[in-house]
């Protein structure tokens, strides 16, 4: 029987209450569940002020902004969300806080390197256990960020749903039953739908296809 | 399997050897196919981008809430008192002007309402009773009598139409014009109305009360000029006054 400790305290100066989840393994769950859970625990993430000032405090310690630092906070739960998600295998085995600055910290060094800074960046490799992280293709950034989101606007939700599924690598069998289908079989032919509609929107605007992925 | 199945099996690499070859043969030499295989390539990558879509909308909507959050805390803080009565006496002044400005022109519409509602009255005592004898075949004499008896009944839109149908026969044209002019004019038409009445005026018909009606949309119009011509037209014109 899993222990949950969650500590809700109240931010005084800024008069709103923070969920902290300390149990890593709950948080995995809650993401890999449903839509609604994985909602509550990013929005969980993101309220989780600790976190978000020790990200910080490493950015702005070596080189960055503060812009950055909201950055990398960001990118940092989109990344442990999508490797939660993604990967059946991932298994949370030191504190949430502990991997997600472990996290921050490769993406923060993937991003300076890009920057050609030079600088020495202090690594306390005792701390990060982010080796499952590999250089994260963060696909919703600039320009082809937007043309990917705005084609997903288009997407009806159900499709998106079954998509994404099937696209983290989830079994037709697995769908079915998450998304409520009736079999395996009904999944697949509203997977199939889906791409048909999705193949059909491109072939009707061949210059998102060109923005999304250049020749 | 079907279209796209096949292209998925082909790029997932999961097409037994002779079902490869036989795709790219089929590749080679069907160029749409080859599209639709490249185009997969596009389609995939839309669709890895659905999770993380989902997941910095979640993020974006709930830094938005926190800094709304913010900014209703920050709004509680003391301002200084001097910058504060100045904002309160601006809006109680933007308040004032707003509520002068509606008595304005609630007092102009109802002015003009109620001179509207004198017309009115004024023109029903003021008409001679129709003596609207149509010669003609009974068709037309039953279309003139459904189209006044709308009139009389308020149901302007059905008279309207029954009016214009009547209108086609020159003989009824100046009637037909006279309470088209006159609809126009209940329907603050005015413009509409000056334009039937003086077709109305120019077959003769009922030319006084069509006069009398005129005046008004002159009245409204401000065509004073226009007015004082037709009192030379017409003895006994009623002309409105403002109160």
């Not at chain 1, 079915?176 to 193949?199: I, T």
């Not at chain 2, 981008?49 to 909308?57: A, F, S, T, W």
């Not at chain 2, 279309?143 to 009139?151: D, N, P």
């Not at chain 2, 009637?175 to 003086?198: M, Q």
Request: with cysteine.
């Amino acid at each position: 029987m899993r222990e949950v400790t969650f500590a809700i305290f109240s931010d005084i100066s800024r008069k709103k209450k923070v969920e902290v989840v300390n149990d890593s393994i709950l948080i995995v769950d809650q993401i890999r569940s449903s839509e609604a859970n994985r909602s509550t625990a990013i929005r969980a993430l993101v309220g989780d002020d600790v976190l978000r000032q020790k990200i910080r405090s490493y950015i702005l310690t070596n080189s960055g902004e503060a812009s950055d630092a909201e950055t990398i906070f960001h990118d940092a739960i989109v990344a442990f969300v999508k490797t939660v998600f993604t990967k059946k295998e991932f298994r949370l085995t030191t504190h949430l806080h502990g991997y997600l600055l472990g996290v921050a910290r490769n993406l923060w060094m993937n991003e300076l390197r890009r920057k050609k800074k030079n600088h020495t960046v202090s690594i306390d490799h005792a701390s990060t256990s982010a080796g499952d992280t590999d250089t994260i293709a963060l696909l919703l950034k600039g320009e082809r960020g937007k043309i990917l989101k705005m084609v997903l606007d288009v997407m009806r939700k159900k499709c998106k749903e079954v998509l994404m599924h099937w696209a983290s690598g989830f079994k037709m069998v697995e769908i079915a039953e998450k998304l409520g289908y009736k079999n395996a079989g009904v999944a697949k032919k509203k997977k199939s739908e889906c791409m048909k509609e999705l193949y059909g929107y491109l072939r009707e605007n061949p210059h998102i296809k060109e923005r999304i992925r250049p020749q | 399997m079907d279209y796209y199945d096949q292209i998925e099996a082909y790029l997932s690499e999961s097409l037994s050897a002779s079902d490869k070859a036989a795709f790219e043969r089929a590749m080679d030499e069907d160029a749409g196919l080859k599209q639709a295989v490249a185009d997969h390539g596009v389609a995939m990558d839309i669709v890895g981008g659905i999770l993380e879509d989902e997941i910095r909308q979640v993020i974006q909507h709930e830094e938005e809430r926190h800094k709304g959050q913010e900014s209703s805390a920050d709004g509680n803080r003391t301002e200084p008192s001097t910058k504060s009565n100045t904002l309160r006496w601006m809006r109680w002044a933007a308040a004032a002007v707003v509520v002068l400005a509606l008595g304005w022109w609630g007092q102009t519409e109802y002015t003009l309402r109620q001179q509207k509602v004198r017309m009115n009255i004024a023109l029903t005592l003021y008409s001679k009773p129709s003596s609207d004898g149509v010669r003609g075949n009974e068709d037309l004499k039953d279309l003139e009598e459904k189209a006044i008896k709308a009139f009389n009944l308020n149901r302007y839109e059905e008279a309207r139409v029954l009016f214009t149908e009547l209108g086609n026969n020159e003989e009824h044209k100046g009637l037909s014009s006279f309470y088209l002019g006159h609809i126009s004019f209940l329907e603050n038409d005015y413009e509409e109305s000056i334009k039937h009445l003086n077709l109305s005026k120019r077959s003769g018909y009922r030319v006084d009360e069509a006069n009398q009606i005129l005046v008004f949309n002159y009245f409204i119009l401000r065509m004073d000029s226009e007015i004082l011509e037709l009192q030379n037209e017409t003895e006994n014109l009623i002309i409105p006054l403002l109160d």
